[in-house]
């Protein structure tokens, strides 16, 4: 397997951004980059190949890959839900957001909905804490949630 | 300098300097986990940490900075409750198995705990487990026990130069693995089981073998290549458990590379020789020592008295210590013959009259540290000496700003093989070995070109050299630089033109101003030269015969050898057996290998290394000396014993006590012979090509280079000893000749034909194919460089 020149372009983008005997400092950047073209998530083969691309163990390159919970090491569905349960989201009802959001699309935190539809997963702070409770669904935040202002949300979305 | 106080007492310190490391020096305890004197700091595991007055919060001690006035508690309320409360959470996780854990009653973890632990565990929750793995025959994982203190890995990072082992994971997730199910393959892996602090990684081989208490620990020097580690022997009864290095800064720091580490597993050989035996009617019989050693030299006069005496030789291994090599060389010598050599590994010694006596140092291992510019010639430096590759590596990343800054540093290659090297290569010459000598003489031309004077006889030869972009780059580098050396390695030492090559080589060193190294050569070739285990007669023209000539003539009728196995050390193994059998061949040896017992007339058995007391004398012409750590199994008694029996059967009239006498010999002799100069060399006398066609390469497989090594188990089943038994050919060629990986190829070379595995490499230059020397197959075909005949 080989990356596909879309994506490499896209690592390149950000390979430009620093200097050019600092290849690893896109690690990230290509991480995202790859696993947007494979559906939302990362194979142990891909990671192989970001190392190999920016030239760096293939160990570094998994370490950053789950480190940090943006990387997904198993199939998502088409809307992930990241939702913080972290301090100032925790006070401000995080639970009742979670339990709701499990009753409502009937999985737990961690899986998948039978349809590929939605994926509920737990996040650490998300920088967001003046609108806690918050969760993020893909790229976009929703903040001071309610339990109403969450099915409106998920009604919305195609 | 500063002036700081801890625990009440003042201390005079540099600045810049951590804490720990001044608590260290003047011998105040302070514990501590993740941080190691060689590795970079990570102040991760906050077990070192102490009170600093007027910070507002117990500080890192291995993180922390001296400033001058700074006044440090290591043991007040505030500290002491800071470490207990680490402890406790380190242990929070960890498993507690002590007693099934190899490296109880020697672990940082119980050491530290003793001092700081409570002896009840509040935890009562379930603790985390992690799945070990299989990251090869030498390291065995327990990761359940892992504190994640990351030494390891900085050891991959910093030390082995390739990260093999690395955190994925985060908080309690994490975990220390390598990627996938990779194994560790750095041929200085072992390390990581000393500087792991816990049992988490520890030996394979010595596995639930032993219990630290049980072990002796005894000194020795290290066998299998010429830096001379300092190792110690943990002994249990008389058997080796396992060696670990013996610190030494000027040699091998705190560390020790896998082969010299695990070797030790090659004691305990299935075909030791335990008895001696003599071969009568073509039968062998076990016999007592008397009878075989009055075979030995019964047969030995008869040879010299009907066939004259230059039909007598000896050949000792380049590991054996001086002393054997002394005893051995004034055996032969007093019977009135000079062939005796101990360079198996090379084919071309014609320049020997006038190279230095032997191929060493130029320069301390410490100064290497300071080399600006390096050009290596025809090594695998990383792994035929993998501690003086850290050396140089060492030099180099502190020039990328990866250690320090101190420093510039530039390498480059002139090699057979494009090697991943564990460090930047400024540039390289990768080609065939025919074209090894253009190479060199390109660099040297650039250098005569930017004015540097060369002999009239060279500068003839390399007159219509043409200089490329590569060449030139490397003498401008070389010359410019403040500290350049250069690496003159075992595949160069085994190039059938080598006499040319160490005649570039030092011309180009002394045009260009560097030091001149020769590395890669075996353990003792430095002792045994001076002890005068070489051919050199009184004058040129009367030297005996070199080891290879020795085992390819027929007028050798009597030869003597001394921890050999030529079917596989030979430079030309193939061609020697069947001559070996005309021949009455008295082999003094640990081993009875099989081909031995086809060829031998007589079986002596030898004490091993770590069996047997003498000194070795190492590249930089240091002797160092041993005693035995054990001794050796049944009859097998150490070969200065057996020579000095043997020598008095013969007539000599010696009566040596212990080896210790002989050693105070060979150090007159040392002092006679004085430093020696690397850069003494003959003139170019030509620049000829060898055959064209596919060449072999033979590099010496790094787990091939001797019987110990080849023997011991936990080495053999080694990535780098596997890639040995294949044929390695670039892509390019395989292409050529229609060939994939794994498929068998008929490999012809000198008339022999074998079948071998195909390995793809694009290491290899096109026209060239890799096939080791020292292995089965080396046994089979022939001589170390020559043309090869493929075929599907
Ligand atoms: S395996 Fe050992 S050295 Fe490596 S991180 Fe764990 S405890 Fe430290
Ligand atoms: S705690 Fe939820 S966004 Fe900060
Ligand atoms: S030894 Fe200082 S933090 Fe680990």
């Not at chain 2, 007492?9 to 302070?30: R, S, T």
């Not at chain 2, 700091?41 to 001058?68: F, G, H, Q, W, Y």
């Not at chain 2, 130069?161 to 309690?172: H, S």
């Not at chain 2, 580098?477 to 033109?497: C, I, K, M, T, Y």
Request: aromatic fraction near 6%.
């Amino acid at each position: 397997m080989s990356l596909s020149p879309e994506v490499t372009a896209k690592i390149d983008h950000w390979i430009s951004k620093y200097p050019p005997e600092r290849k690893q400092s896109a690690v990230m950047g290509a991480l995202a980059a790859v696993q947007d073209d494979n559906g939302g998530w990362l194979t142990p083969e891909l990671i192989d190949e970001v190392a190999k691309y920016l030239e760096m163990p293939a160990i570094s390159v998994q370490e950053v890959a789950t480190f940090y919970g943006m990387y997904e090491h198993k199939p998502v569905g088409k809307y992930k839900i990241g939702i913080c349960t972290n301090i100032s989201c925790l006070l401000c009802g995080s639970d009742d957001v979670v339990s709701h959001l499990e009753k409502k699309l009937d999985i737990k935190m961690g899986e998948t909905s039978e349809d590929q539809r939605f994926t509920l997963k737990e996040v650490e702070c998300l920088g967001a804490c003046g609108g806690a409770p918050m969760f993020q669904i893909n790229r976009d935040y929703y903040e001071n949630l309610t339990l109403d202002k969450i099915d409106t949300i998920l009604d919305e979305l195609d | 300098m500063a002036s700081i106080e801890i625990d009440g007492k003042i201390f005079e310190a540099e600045n810049g300097q951590m804490l720990i490391e001044v608590a260290d020096a003047a011998g105040i305890p302070i514990p501590r986990f993740c941080y190691h004197e060689k590795l970079s700091v990570s102040a991760n595991c906050r077990m070192c940490l102490v009170e600093v007055e007027n910070a507002p919060k117990p500080l890192p001690a291995c993180a922390t900075p001296i400033m001058d006035g700074m006044k440090v508690h290591t043991r007040s309320d505030l500290a002491r409750e800071a470490q207990n409360s680490v402890m406790e959470f380190l242990l929070i996780n960890h498993p507690l198995d002590c007693p099934i854990c190899d490296q109880g009653g020697e672990c940082e973890l119980q050491d530290v705990a003793i001092g700081y632990g409570q002896d009840a565990s509040r935890f009562a929750e379930i603790k985390r487990a992690v799945p070990s793995k299989d990251i090869g025959p030498l390291i065995a994982t327990d990761m359940t026990r892992c504190i994640h203190c990351t030494r390891c890995v900085r050891f991959g990072v910093e030390i082995g130069g390739v990260k093999e082992m690395g955190a994925p994971g985060r908080g309690e997730h994490t975990k220390i693995t390598t990627f996938l199910d990779a194994g560790i393959s750095s041929e200085l892996s072992g390390n990581m089981i000393d500087v792991c602090p816990v049992g988490a990684l520890t030996s394979k081989p010595f596995r639930f073998s032993a219990r630290a208490w049980e072990l002796t620990q005894r000194d020795g020097i290290a066998a299998h290549d010429s830096l001379g580690a300092n190792i110690h022997y943990h002994v249990r009864g008389q058997q080796v458990m396992r060696v670990s290095p013996k610190s030494n800064e000027d040699l091998n720091e705190v560390w020790l590379s896998d082969r010299d580490r695990f070797s030790y597993q090659g004691l305990s050989a299935e075909d030791r020789l335990l008895k001696p035996q003599i071969k009568v009617d073509g039968q062998w019989q076990e016999t007592d020592w008397q009878t075989a050693l009055q075979a030995a030299a019964d047969n030995l006069q008869q040879i010299q008295s009907t066939e004259g005496a230059s039909s007598l030789a000896a050949l000792a291994s380049g590991n054996s210590t001086s002393e054997e090599g002394y005893l051995l060389q004034k055996t032969l010598r007093h019977l009135g013959s000079d062939n005796i050599d101990h360079r198996l590994n090379q084919i071309d010694v014609s320049d020997q009259a006038s190279a230095p006596l032997y191929a060493g140092f130029g320069q301390s291992p410490e100064a290497m540290e300071n080399i600006n510019s390096a050009l290596i010639i025809g090594s695998n430096l990383r792994k035929e000496q993998a501690l003086i590759n850290h050396r140089l590596r060492k030099a180099v990343l502190k020039d990328r700003g990866l250690i320090s800054e101190e420093c510039i540093g530039d390498v480059w290659a002139v090699n057979p093989l494009d090697y991943e090297l564990n460090l930047p290569l400024k540039g390289k010459l990768i080609s065939t070995p025919d074209q090894t000598l253009s190479d060199l003489a390109g660099i040297l031309k650039a250098l005569q070109e930017s004015g540097a004077s060369i002999d009239a006889q060279t500068a003839d030869i390399i007159a219509s050299v043409d200089v490329n972009e590569t060449q030139k780059a490397i003498a401008e580098s070389l010359q410019a630089a403040e500290n350049s050396s250069l690496f003159v390695g075992q595949l160069a030492a085994s190039h059938p033109q080598f006499s040319q090559i160490r005649s570039l080589a030092t011309q180009i060193a002394k045009a260009s101003n560097s030091v001149l190294n020769y590395v890669g050569f075996s353990a003792n070739h430095a002792g045994l030269s001076l002890a005068g285990v070489l051919p050199l007669g009184q004058a040129v023209d009367t030297a005996g015969l070199d080891a290879n000539n020795i085992l390819n003539s027929a007028d050798i009728k009597g030869l003597v050898l001394l921890n050999l196995e030529p079917e596989q050390d030979a430079w030309n193994s193939a061609a020697v057996v069947d001559k070996l059998k005309q021949s009455f061949v008295i082999s003094i040896s640990p081993y009875a290998s099989d081909a031995a017992k086809d060829y031998a007339d007589v079986l002596l058995p030898s004490a091993a290394f770590a069996e047997t007391s003498g000194s070795y004398v190492n590249a930089l012409g240091q002797q160092q000396s041993f005693s035995a750590a054990v001794k050796a199994p049944a009859d097998a008694r150490p070969a200065w014993k057996i020579l000095r029996v043997l020598a008095n059967l013969l007539g000599l009239n010696i009566d040596y006590d212990n080896s210790a006498q002989i050693t105070a010999e060979l150090v007159d002799i040392a002092k006679q012979a004085g430093d020696i100069d690397n850069l003494q060399a003959a003139s170019l006398n030509n620049l000829e090509m060898l055959k064209s066609g596919i060449q072999r390469i033979g590099e010496r497989g790094l787990y091939h280079v001797d019987s110990v090594v080849r023997r011991a188990r936990a080495l053999q089943a080694t990535e780098d000893a596997r890639l040995c038994e294949a044929i390695h050919l670039s892509p390019a060629q395989a292409q050529d000749l229609q060939v994939f990986a794994g498929q068998s190829l008929k490999v012809k070379q000198d008339g022999n034909e074998i079948t071998m595995q195909v390995m793809i490499n694009a290491q290899v230059p096109q026209g060239a194919a890799l096939v080791y020397a020292g292995t089965a197959a080396h046994s089979q075909l022939g001589g170390c460089y020559g043309v090869l005949e493929l075929s599907a």
